[in-house]
């Protein structure tokens, strides 16, 4: 129903990314065209494509762009350049889990094809060798197949996230008040309808009447400017607060339910996401609101113990001087910019996943949902 594509790859193996630039939205529809790798990690760097599922289909096409040029070369340039893209690209962002789990895929795929040069001494003999050169593009359209793959699984997790979080709170009132944290829409996902937003759409579809509150999410107002634009194209009654008046719009009983999306998952159900869902949770737990979490079973790092252990982006000191080009700090400034926090696993009340809800949030109730 979008009339607007998050991430799409244009043409065949020799094609490249394009991406909608979140940083013009709402007020423009600008597509960017990715045609190195530098112009992926530039892209995800500066948000033109952002949000945790999102990143993770951008870095995978990434990989595709990154080995376009040693597809006519020897074995060894082909296994270079794929090592080169991942280690590359896999310093992008480094909160959202689904980047390096997206690029660890594509490298083991191209792991498990083998390079010629590893095979035997011939493939190195010549800098073009045919058999190479069958063999690389080989290489090239099954590592195309894959990030294809990770788009289209990354679309039913998030058909089916909103499924199950739709069931979840189907016993909403009508006209309950959600409110919501950051953008978790289509613009987090390849092609799906996002996380969080995602189970919102779906209790739409099914004829609930909702009031959503969104917060504008200081300092790059991913509330304000996608998620507002999001809600308001789909029809869904939406309002904006500020991010400081979460508490008093709680306080006045406006507010039913929160859920936002995740970027990182701990073993134990600590949740990473956007700076100030700690804030969120916390109220709500004061209000007696239940908090939610909707995230596909791929932004969970089971390899992380707790949340104190997920890396916490830290970006540039401007996005918090200036608004938009505006400077409203003091010249020379100290700034402290966290782009994440990490709510801790009791003050979630339920996490919706693609394979069911998991509540209360415990390790041993997420190993099992998973594994
Ligand atoms: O810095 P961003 O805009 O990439 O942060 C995005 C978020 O924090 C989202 O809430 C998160 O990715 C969850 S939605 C998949």
Redesign the pocket.
């Known amino acids: 129903m979008d009339a607007y594509s998050t991430i799409r790859w244009s043409g065949d193996v020799d094609g490249h990314l394009v991406l909608l630039d979140q940083t013009r939205l709402p007020t423009e529809i600008v597509y960017v065209e990715c045609r190195s790798v530098s112009d992926v990690d530039q892209s995800i760097r500066r ?1 033109v494509v ?4 999102a ?1 993770g289909v951008a870095a995978a096409y990434g990989v595709c762009i990154g080995i376009q040029e040693a597809t006519g070369l020897n074995a060894e340039a082909m296994r270079l350049a794929i090592n080169v893209t991942c280690d590359f690209l896999e310093g992008s962002r480094p909160t ?1 889990v689904n980047l390096s789990a997206a690029i660890n895929r594509m490298q083991s795929v191209a792991d498990q094809l083998g390079f010629p040069a590893l095979l035997g001494p011939r493939a190195t003999s010549s800098k073009f060798d045919s058999h190479n050169v069958t063999h690389n593009i080989k290489v090239a359209r099954r590592l195309l197949a894959e990030a294809r793959a990770i788009d289209s699984e990354d679309r039913e997790m998030c058909a089916a996230m909103a499924r199950h979080g739709a069931d979840l709170l189907a016993n909403l009132p009508d006209g309950a008040g959600i409110l919501t ?4 829409g289509a613009l ?1 996902s390849g092609s799906g309808d ?3 937003l995602a189970v919102i759409f779906e209790l739409a579809r099914r004829g609930k009447r909702l009031h959503v509150l969104a917060d504008e999410t200081r300092p ?1 107002m ?1 509330g304000a400017r996608l998620t507002m634009w999001e809600l308001m194209q789909r029809g869904i009654e939406c309002t904006l607060i500020c991010d400081s008046a979460a508490a008093q719009v709680m306080r006045e009983g406006r507010i039913q339910a929160v859920i ?4 990182r998952i701990a073993a134990n159900g600590d949740t990473a ?2 700076i100030g869902t700690y804030s969120v949770a916390t109220l709500a737990r004061a209000h007696g609101i239940p908090f939610y979490v909707a ?1 596909p079973t791929t932004t969970f790092d089971l390899s992380i113990a707790e949340g104190a252990k997920i890396p916490i982006e830290e970006r540039a000191s401007e996005e918090i001087t200036n608004i938009v080009d505006h400077q409203v700090a003091p010249h020379g400034a100290r700034v402290y910019n966290p ?2 926090d990490v709510t801790p696993a009791a003050l979630i009340t339920a996490i919706i996943t693609d394979r069911g809800c998991i509540s209360p949030v415990a390790e041993s109730a997420i190993r099992d949902r998973l594994t």
């Open positions: 948000l952002r949000g945790a599922p990143i959202a944290h950051c953008n978790a987090v996002g996380t969080a790059l991913q936002t999306g995740a970027d996401n956007k995230a782009a994440f």
